[in-house]
């Protein structure tokens, strides 16, 4: 089954501790994606990768950090989280060419 | 983009046809329609997308009025696990960079489907 997947789905942790939040896709997609979502603010891009080893800012990128070392991984990192990045956040691939998107299931953070 | 516009939300019977409409009277000829809906804080959902020719799926069919001025997505038997925000995007075809595939939606539609 096609499927983007994502750990942890939840996730308290406090100021400052680091953190990932992995993902990853079974459809060979080169271009993946993350993004968190907000109540009012909709959905705002974090940072995308056109395939191994090539990342990008997206909207909001400011306390973030990816990598792509291989075309089925995009994890996110947060480094020093702080409460403002409490957030929905979710993880896409993308068929190419297209704007058809799949995406995971989505993580629930909570920074205290 | 062309901006679209939906009706903030419509209600229909479970297992009746939920048609879902969607204007977008700026769009150009190089723009496809796209659906997707979100469940609950669950992952944004693709559904179905077409450039000027009817389309169908195993979830939906999408329906585009000739002059491509709106369009309507088909649930052909709503159930509860439909009740959703169903958004409506207008997009051109051809992705030069990785901004490109950006998606971004709007207020979109809440389906509730009833019992």
């Known amino acids: 089954e096609a499927q983007v997947t994502q750990n942890p789905r939840y996730l308290i942790t406090v100021t400052g501790k680091k953190l990932t939040v992995t993902c990853s896709q079974n459809m060979n997609h080169e271009y993946m994606s993350w993004y968190r979502q907000d109540p009012g603010l909709g959905l705002r891009q974090i940072y995308y990768?056109?395939?191994?080893?090539?990342?990008d800012k997206g909207d909001v990128p400011e306390g973030y950090k990816v990598s792509r070392k291989e075309k089925r991984n995009f994890p996110l990192i947060l480094e020093s989280p702080s409460p403002n990045q409490t957030s929905l956040y979710f993880c896409a691939s993308n068929v190419p060419g297209s704007l058809e998107q799949y995406f995971g299931p989505g993580t629930r953070l909570t920074v205290t | 983009d062309a901006k679209t516009t939906q009706p903030p939300s419509m209600d229909c019977a479970e297992g009746r046809a939920a048609n879902l409409p969607c204007n977008h009277s700026?769009?150009?000829?190089?723009?496809?329609v796209y659906w997707y809906r979100q469940i609950h804080s669950q992952g944004p959902q693709y559904i179905i997308h077409g450039l000027k020719n009817n389309e169908t799926n195993e979830m939906a069919s999408l329906i585009i009025t000739e002059d491509r001025k709106s369009s309507t997505l088909i649930l052909p038997h709503a159930t509860l696990r439909d009740t959703a925000v169903y958004y409506c995007i207008v997009r051109v075809a051809t992705y030069s960079g990785g901004s490109n595939y950006k998606l971004t939606f709007g207020k979109g539609t809440l389906l509730t489907v009833n019992p």
């Open positions: 700026t769009i150009s000829g190089n723009e496809y």
């Open positions: 990768s056109m395939n191994v080893e090539v990342t």
